[in-house]
């Protein structure tokens, strides 16, 4: 294809994955790819790859107009501004404005499931920048991304050592996708050439208890591990005591709240329609991981 693709955060674990596989692709040019990062110079192997790199911040609209001039097909991966509310909100708002400004024909971004209705805090930054999406009328694609597989490891080797889980999220399912998985969905949706816009939630294709994620994990790893339920302010305590800081704890609570109230048990094809690939199921995920879970 002959249009040339931006991804913004290029450094990030998601942005890379979704370089990696554009390239792989073998669909798009390097030429055609353009990565921008605050820091330019750590995408130092892409651009010895052939892929155009430029700086660019989201707390600097001047950077971002800059670093899109040209750019056919914008791909903003949402920043992880959660220390200071409404600061997200602003660095995406900014960049949709530069998109607009420099031109850009489609406009995509990754979002999270059920914004509209999620518990979590920073679900109206992500409502939000759908919003000012659509209103520049510039055709868009919004992934919804599920949560990652990955981020059981924010509880589960800690869980392991202890053969505890801790938990608020009740009877609440969650389908994981791999961050892998969503990143080959990306790219090919930004490598597409869709005119149409389109929303899609990017979810693995079977929804899991804690329970049953912890028996799972059992089985992988050989190891016990018990859920004990807890309220949301038995968490936040135990949070606390943990040392997590203050400003995240109630971002933390609230995943297992959004799960225990069904805002997020949504089961979709859309990630394998997609990327027209198999997904990682849960246990070939964590049988993958068993290192990092064992620690």
């Known amino acids: 294809m002959s249009e040339t693709l931006l991804v913004t955060g290029a450094t990030g674990q998601l942005g890379r994955l979704v370089l990696d596989e554009l390239l792989a692709s073998g669909k798009v040019s390097p030429a055609n790819i353009i990565a921008t990062s605050r820091d330019a110079a750590k995408l130092a192997d892409y651009a010895a790859k052939g892929v155009q790199t430029r700086s660019a911040s ?120 791999a961050r892998k ?24 294709e079977t929804k899991y208890t804690v329970n049953e994620i912890a028996a799972t994990v059992s089985k992988v790893t050989g190891k016990p591990l018990d859920v004990v339920h807890v309220t949301d302010e038995q968490l936040a305590g135990g949070l606390k005591a943990s040392g997590l800081p203050d400003f995240l704890i109630p971002v933390v609570v609230s995943f297992d709240a959004n799960t225990r109230e069904g805002h997020i048990e949504l089961v979709t094809d859309d990630a394998r329609t997609l990327s027209g690939d198999k997904l990682a199921t849960l246990e070939s995920f964590l049988e993958a991981s068993k290192p990092a879970l064992l620690g």
Request: overall charge negative.
């Open 58 to 177: 989201f707390d600097d609209a001047a950077s971002l107009e800059a670093a899109f001039k040209g750019a056919d097909r914008i791909l903003i991966i949402s920043t992880d501004a959660l220390d200071e509310p409404g600061k997200r909100l602003r660095q995406h708002q900014t960049a949709v404005a530069a998109a607009q400004k420099a031109g850009a024909k489609h406009i995509l971004y990754t979002s999270m499931p059920n914004p509209e209705t999620s518990v979590i805090p920073f679900a109206p930054d992500h409502l939000g920048t759908e919003n000012a999406i659509k209103a520049t009328g510039i055709p868009y694609t919004i992934l919804r991304n599920g949560w990652y597989m990955e981020n059981l490891f924010m509880a589960l080797p800690h869980a392991l050592a202890e053969g505890k889980w801790y938990s608020a999220s009740g009877e609440g399912q969650l389908a994981h996708i």
């Open 181 to 204: 998985d969503i990143a080959k969905a990306t790219a090919a949706a930004l490598a597409s050439g869709a005119s149409e816009s389109a929303t899609y939630t990017l979810t693995g």
